[in-house]
């Protein structure tokens, strides 16, 4: 990998390889990633979510970690969105949670897909926000949420009947909310990924992050696309590199497949850090290809991997499999590749 060294320190280095100690127990069931997550948070490695210039060590960790396992490379996306979340709130808001969540004690749910499809122009967020002031309930589904579990902290869009939006932070074990059961997932059963109904969960006004939310989506989201390209190079370059470990007269037949892809990873994980270190210097479009790019990349790796490792890459507890596997959710992941294909062709 030719990530900067200053980036994969010896800390990072211990955490993933736990992660990959770990990584077939997650894949199975076995395990769950909260103890991932508290190992992180007391590392410190939550806390560059922050600071302003943050973010290339944040790609860093999730690069390397999805690497081991997409799993906790994943619950370790959405929990950072939550840090970055509360990071840019107001002082009532962050007070009593920032610190939980960026020290790993609590999970950390990214509910926020809605919001960026109302943003984009693709539909309604479905919760709406009934009431005013101290007397503000909340209604409505959360269609897919994941690292949910019975202390974890959600932040989620809503809107008013007016048209008015906002963004809150709720217990995910208040009255009103109910989880429904997780579902069995290829890969990411160890998330706690699910889907939620809320029932007029009370919001007082101190829980509200923002009152625009087509601001707080233009704020958040190029550090939102960018950690999610992150997990996805981390796939990538994980397939690569075992795809390059296959021998003998047939593995020689893809030799032009394998030169390919080893430098599309090169250039994609180039151009993320790159970007990870100036995000403001990119346009949208820009952020949007390199994260369609990417998950497209991770996909083809991944095949070509169970390729060559033909038989062995057929066995569900291979390491060819499992990645195979993790890489069928990113076309899915929110924001799909059909939302991204969508997205761009508005800059056409």
């Known amino acids: 990998m030719n990530t900067p060294v200053h980036l994969v320190h010896t800390a990072l280095a211990d955490l993933t390889a736990i992660v990959a100690d770990r990584a077939e127990a997650l894949d199975t069931g076995g395990l769950d990633v909260r103890a991932d997550l508290a190992r992180f948070g007391s590392a410190g490695f939550f806390e560059a979510a922050l600071r302003d210039d943050g973010l290339p060590e944040l790609v860093s960790m999730i690069e390397h ?9 994943f619950s370790l996306w959405a929990h950072t969105m939550a840090v970055t979340y509360l990071a840019h709130a107001p002082a009532p808001a962050r007070e009593d949670r920032l610190e939980s969540l960026s020290s790993g004690a609590r999970a950390g749910v990214t509910a926020m897909a809605a919001g960026l499809k109302q943003v984009a122009g693709l539909g309604p967020v479905p919760l709406v926000a009934d009431g005013s002031g101290d007397h503000l309930r909340i209604t409505g589904p959360i269609h897919w949420a994941s690292n ?11 809107r008013r009947p007016d048209g008015a939006t906002l963004v809150a932070v709720v217990d995910a074990n208040l009255p009103g909310i109910t989880v429904n059961p997780a579902p069995d997932l290829m890969a990411l059963g160890a998330t706690a990924s699910t889907s939620l109904r809320l029932h007029e969960v009370p ?3 101190e829980q509200i992050l923002t009152d625009d939310l087509a601001s707080f989506v233009s704020t958040i989201r190029p550090t939102f696309l960018l950690l999610q390209t992150a997990f996805c190079v981390g796939v990538a370059a994980a397939a690569r590199e075992g795809a390059e470990q296959a021998t003998g007269q047939l593995a020689e037949q893809f030799g032009t497949e394998r030169a390919e892809l080893s430098q599309q990873v090169h250039r994609l994980r180039d151009k993320l850090f790159a970007l990870a270190g100036n995000p403001q210097a990119a346009g949208l479009a820009e952020i949007i290809r390199l994260r369609l790019n990417a998950a497209t990349t991770a996909v083809d790796a991944t095949r070509l991997e169970s390729t060559l490792a033909g038989g062995a890459g057929y066995a569900t ?15 899915i992941q929110s924001p799909s590749e059909g939302q991204l294909r969508w997205e761009l062709s508005r800059y056409v």
Do not use: H, K, Q
């Open 65 to 73: 970690t999805a690497a081991a396992s997409l799993a906790v490379g």
């Open 148 to 158: 949910v579990f019975d202390d974890s902290l959600i932040v989620l869009p809503a």
């Open 203 to 205: 919001v007082s006004p």
């Open 317 to 331: 507890r291979s390491a060819a499999n499992r990645r195979f596997r993790e890489a069928a959710f990113l076309p």
